[in-house]
């Protein structure tokens, strides 16, 4: 039971680049987030995804876009990278109507 | 819209000796859940303890308890007996009760803590 695993840990891409950061979790959630944490921000909320099939943007979604591949999986996609997305990305998921939510490990995306 | 403020970014506090985080909120919502997350230098974000806004008893988790002021809209946390580990930054989080569209967490900007030895 690995609970909530992100890949890369670590990334650096140039201004313009693309990627997609992956997600997945085997805890057999419905829900599941994206978060970005930066320094003096806490961490503010993306996309989420309630349901399989279903995504909705959160706090600051400008410039991103997201896929709920299956239940298991939620990928986050930069489709032009810009130094502002300098940053660190945590996935999440959450039982449906529970309130707990489980963190995988981040990863550090920094874009020169 | 929900906001949580933490308005003190760094507190150092001596091992065995006991610190209070503090964290106020804003929200329109009568019911709703509260939230303190501890993350340390490895990165990974932990759940500390949770206080539901209808209970009116504070939650306590070990050496960690909160003090729940519904009226004053404060949330602040108490770490009893300070160890090592304690030292991460911790983050002060609101959310709607879960379902839906609601199962958002609004974070404050949080604290580091220090816990010297």
């Known amino acids: 039971n690995a609970g909530v695993t992100q890949t890369p840990k670590f990334q650096v891409l140039k201004t313009g680049q693309s990627m997609t950061l992956q997600c997945a979790q085997d805890?057999?959630?419905?829900?599941m987030y994206w978060y970005r944490q930066d320094p003096g921000m806490g961490l503010r909320l993306i996309y989420y995804?309630?349901?399989?099939?279903?995504?909705d943007k959160g706090e600051v979604p400008n410039g991103y876009n997201v896929s709920r591949l299956n239940k298991r999986e939620f990928s986050l996609r930069l489709e032009s990278a810009a130094p502002s997305q300098t940053s660190v990305y945590f996935c999440?998921?959450?039982?449906?109507?529970?309130?707990?939510?489980?963190f995988g490990p981040g990863t550090r995306l920094t874009v020169t | 819209a929900q906001t949580v403020t933490q308005s003190q970014p760094e507190m150092s506090v001596q091992e065995a000796e006991t610190v209070t985080l503090s964290c106020t909120y804003d929200?329109?919502?009568?019911?709703?859940?509260l939230f303190w997350y501890k993350q340390p230098p490895s990165r990974q974000m932990i759940l500390v303890i949770r206080?539901?806004?209808?209970?009116?008893q504070n939650a306590t988790e070990n050496r960690f308890s909160v003090n729940f002021q519904k009226a004053a809209k404060s949330f602040s946390l108490k770490i009893s007996d300070s160890q090592l580990g304690d030292t991460a930054m911790y983050f002060c989080?609101?959310?709607?009760?879960?379902?839906?569209?609601?199962?958002?967490?609004?974070f404050g900007k949080g604290i580091t803590l220090s816990v010297r030895p």
């Open positions: 999440a998921s959450s039982v449906a109507d529970a309130y707990e939510q489980y």
């Open positions: 805890m057999n959630h419905n829900s």
């Open positions: 995804s309630a349901s399989e099939g279903t995504t």
């Open positions: 929200t329109s919502e009568n019911n709703y859940y």
């Open positions: 206080q539901e806004a209808y209970k009116q």
């Open positions: 989080a609101f959310m709607k009760p879960p379902g839906g569209a609601n199962s958002k967490l609004t």
